[in-house]
C-alpha cells in the first residue's frame, strides 16, 4: 500500500495498492484503496486545486498523467 500525496500541500490524495516496482505513472482505479482526490470533470485534483492527474474516463481503466511534480508517493513498508 502506498499513500499518494500532494507535493504542494502534503494532503493525502489516495491510498494505493502497488504492484510491482515501476514507477507509478498511471493507477488502475480498481486498486484505489481510498480516494481522497476531487474529481473535476476528468481533472483529478487536489483540494488546494493542485491537478494530480487525469481520468481517461474507462471503467475500472486508469487515472493517467500522474505528475511527478505534483504527486509524492510515499510507501507503507508496514502494510500490505
Ligand atoms: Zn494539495
Partial sequence: ?????CAKCN???FKYIKIGKCRLLH????RI???LSVHNGNNIECN???I?????GK????LSGI????AISTAKPNQQ
Fill in 1 to 5: 500500500m502506498i499513500i499518494i500525496k
Fill in 11 to 13: 494532503g493525502k490524495i
Fill in 27 to 30: 493507477c488502475w482505479k480498481d
Fill in 33 to 35: 484503496a481510498e480516494d
Fill in 48 to 50: 488546494c486545486g493542485v
Fill in 52 to 56: 494530480i492527474g487525469i481520468d481517461k
Fill in 59 to 62: 471503467e475500472s481503466d486508469i
Fill in 67 to 70: 505528475n511527478s511534480n505534483s
